[in-house]
């Protein structure tokens, strides 16, 4: 079969873009690890699908799978780039869209400056919503709020739509993202896998990230990552309410003002390319 497809970007986190607003999402799993194959395909972190809205308070809903081709729930700079693409194909004029994720409902903003600002929704520190396994284990109570000792080290666990566990490092270029991060995505704690975010802080309003994900390894963004670090080191005491994040892909902002208020990410969302490629 004969795919069209557009390939984006957000802050170096790449994705295939598809439109299934029109036609059913038909691929198999098998398809999407070709498409997402930087060698024998085109070569992505994830790929978006665009569907329409089955309901009718939203404008659209996506989805969102991993180069593996496993489903996930949530992508914060894939949701900045759905933004952007469906504005500029013209799928709809407005400016702020509300979508459909798998399970939640984000609010979306296309900013002047062609950046987009995402409402994430409220962080959740419930263990049953990562899920997390706690049992047996000391938290270290720092502000008030709970690091546990996994793998030698302090985890901040919280889900932002999908599971992330957030550590504090000296240095983020000699942590050891592509050991240790396996390591805690596949521990046992985590039954559903988790996201391993690498966070050294720089300032109260700034910091370092790497984020090591679930299926894709390392990628150069992570913006429900920042999200979370962002949230760790704010329930932590260590930053303000909004935080200028640099990935090794670009730069985000991420804003929360504590308790049960969203989180807000601003960031970039680029096209690269549109193709083809035969399935």
């Known amino acids: 079969m004969r795919l069209r497809f557009t390939k984006m970007h957000g802050a170096g986190n790449d994705f295939v873009v598809i439109d299934a607003t029109k036609q059913p999402f038909a691929l198999t799993p098998e398809q999407m690890r070709l498409l997402g194959d930087r060698r024998f395909g085109v070569g992505c972190d994830q790929i978006l699908v665009i569907e329409p809205s089955q309901d009718a308070g939203a404008d659209f809903r996506y989805r969102i799978f991993n ?16 933004v952007r693409y469906v504005v500029d194909v013209g799928l709809t004029d407005k ?5 459909d994720t798998m399970n939640r409902r984000l609010l979306l903003k296309l900013q002047d400056d062609g950046r987009v600002t ?11 919503a990562l899920p997390f396994d706690a049992s047996g284990l000391k938290p270290h109570l720092v502000n008030g709020f709970e690091l546990w000792p996994v793998e030698g080290v302090e985890l901040a666990v919280l889900s932002m739509g999908n599971p992330h566990a957030v550590q504090r490092v000296d240095d983020v270029e000699t942590a050891p993202v592509l050991t240790q991060g396996p390591l805690i995505e596949h521990h046992a704690r985590f039954a559903k896998r988790v996201n391993a975010g690498f966070m050294q802080i720089l300032s109260r309003d700034r910091i370092k990230l790497r984020v090591f994900e679930r299926d894709a390894g390392e990628t150069l963004a992570c913006g429900t990552g920042a999200c979370a670090a962002v949230v760790a080191g704010i329930r932590a005491g260590w930053l303000d309410e909004a935080v200028e994040v640099q990935t090794r892909g670009g730069l985000l902002r991420i804003e929360w003002a504590g308790g049960q208020n969203p989180v807000l990410m601003t960031g970039p969302a680029v096209k690269v390319f549109d193709g083809e490629i035969t399935l």
């Open 67 to 82: 180069n593996t081709g496993n489903e996930v729930e949530h992508c914060g700079n894939g949701s900045r780039c759905f």
């Open 95 to 99: 400016r702020e869209i509300q979508v």
């Open 118 to 128: 995402v409402d994430m929704g409220a962080p959740v520190f419930e263990h049953a």
